[in-house]
């Protein structure tokens, strides 16, 4: 089995939510909105729920129930303080995408409709996330990008269903979505919850996508790319609105935002990561790092100039290079991992690297798949 995967000759992303949550949940919720000590005028700042609980997660992948055949595949949950709590995202400064069909792949991970997570499509039964989500996905919505609206198919129904995806109204008003049940997940082997290191998680699905040949996700192979500091990237997410940590207002729609990649050198010695004397977990090379930088350059953007990013409720998005306005010439080169705060000046936000842990994922998919 192969997976889309893509490298470019040159040039050319944690935070969970829940929009409705029984009290179990929103407490875990609250948990993860953990006020850090850090110094001067980083006091205010907080984790903002791209991490996981210590509590809940494992280092293991799980144990895998069933198995099922499909397709060849191609290829932030509220966030928690690194000694505890649960994952919590949001997109803060978004703006909702050129076109409803614009980014297909995207997936919503559930606990029984309410919000949870984000992923990406990677194959007909299996989703890309985060670890740090896992343990709460009961379901997953593919095609719902407005969560009031839209209309759920049936495995009957939908059988053999062909979408169009260059409708302006895909995903909207009188689209139908999918909701398809999750089997099992898969966490990295090598995942820490405390270095919240390969953060990587794969959801199975009790079923592939009944919709005939519906767009994947296209992986990352190239440890190369991005390549360039400043090079723009698109992330996207139901997660929270509000940079307040005491309010949690997420998305209805599908939101977009543009951000700039920050090589790992120069994000370890960004100021927020140099002065702090809070545990936050080390910029390995299996993460990359990405923030708003208006001016597209590290040196260039001051304290006043960032009001875009990911937050709780985006934990598990993809983070995509774009060359198009097409999907199809999207290249996922990370997963929304972790962060401190929401539109932070002195802490990107931190994504998993996707080229890093390529053959994992491949091999993995082309096993359960």
């Given at each position: 089995m192969e997976m889309n995967s893509r490298s470019h000759d040159g040039g050319p992303t944690h935070r969970s939510g829940v929009d409705t949550i029984d009290s179990s949940l929103r407490q875990r919720r609250e948990m993860s909105k953990v006020r850090v000590p850090l110094h001067s005028h980083l006091q205010d700042l907080q984790t903002d729920g791209r991490y996981p609980s210590p509590s809940s997660e494992s280092g293991s992948s799980s144990t895998v129930l069933s198995n099922s055949s499909s397709e060849s595949a191609s290829s932030r949950s509220s966030g928690s303080s690194n000694k505890g709590a649960t994952p919590n995202p949001r997109i803060i400064g978004g703006s909702p995408p050129p076109n409803t069909n614009r980014y297909p792949y995207m997936v919503s991970l559930t606990y029984f409709g309410s919000h949870l997570c984000g992923g990406s499509l990677i194959a007909p039964d299996i989703i890309l996330s985060a670890a740090h989500c896992?343990?709460?996905?009961?379901?997953?919505?593919?095609?719902?990008?407005?969560?009031?609206?839209?209309?759920?198919?049936?495995?009957?129904?939908?059988?053999?269903?062909?979408?169009?995806?260059?409708?302006?109204?895909?995903?909207?008003?009188?689209?139908?979505?999918?909701?398809?049940?999750?089997?099992?997940?898969?966490?990295?082997?090598?995942?820490?919850?405390?270095?919240?290191?390969?953060?990587?998680?794969?959801?199975?699905?009790?079923?592939?996508?009944?919709?005939?040949?519906?767009?994947?996700?296209?992986?990352?192979?190239?440890?190369?790319?991005?390549?360039?500091?400043?090079?723009?990237?698109?992330?996207?997410?139901?997660?929270?609105?509000?940079?307040?940590?005491?309010?949690?207002?997420?998305?209805?729609?599908?939101?977009?935002?543009?951000?700039?990649?920050?090589?790992?050198?120069?994000?370890?010695?960004?100021?927020?990561?140099?002065?702090?004397?809070?545990?936050?977990?080390?910029?390995?090379?299996?993460?990359?790092?990405?923030?708003?930088?208006?001016?597209?350059?590290?040196?260039?953007?001051?304290?006043?100039?960032?009001?875009?990013?990911?937050?709780?409720?985006?934990?598990?998005?993809?983070?995509?290079l774009s060359k198009s306005d097409s999907w199809e010439d999207d290249v996922q080169v990370g997963v929304v991992s972790w962060g401190i705060g929401c539109t932070s000046p002195v802490f990107p936000g931190v994504y998993s690297r996707i080229s890093s842990q390529y053959d994992w994922i491949k091999e993995t998919v082309c096993e359960h798949s």
């Open positions: 896992a343990g709460y996905a009961s379901s997953i919505e593919l095609g719902r990008f407005d969560r009031t609206t839209g209309i759920p198919l049936t495995t009957d129904a939908s059988l053999n269903q062909t979408i169009d995806y260059s409708s302006p109204n895909y995903g909207f008003d009188t689209e139908y979505y999918e909701s398809i049940e999750v089997a099992y997940e898969i966490k990295h082997p090598s995942y820490n919850p405390d270095t919240v290191n390969n953060d990587f998680l794969l959801v199975k699905l009790i079923h592939p996508t009944t919709i005939q040949n519906h767009p994947l996700a296209t992986l990352n192979s190239d440890p190369n790319i991005p390549t360039s500091s400043g090079e723009e990237l698109h992330t996207m997410g139901w997660g929270d609105t509000d940079v307040d940590p005491d309010v949690f207002t997420p998305s209805a729609t599908l939101l977009t935002v543009l951000l700039n990649y920050v090589p790992n050198y120069e994000c370890v010695v960004k100021e927020g990561y140099v002065i702090t004397s809070f545990d936050i977990p080390s910029v390995t090379d299996n993460m990359l790092c990405a923030m708003d930088l208006p001016n597209g350059n590290v040196a260039a953007d001051t304290i006043n100039d960032v009001d875009q990013d990911t937050c709780q409720g985006d934990s598990g998005s993809p983070i995509v």
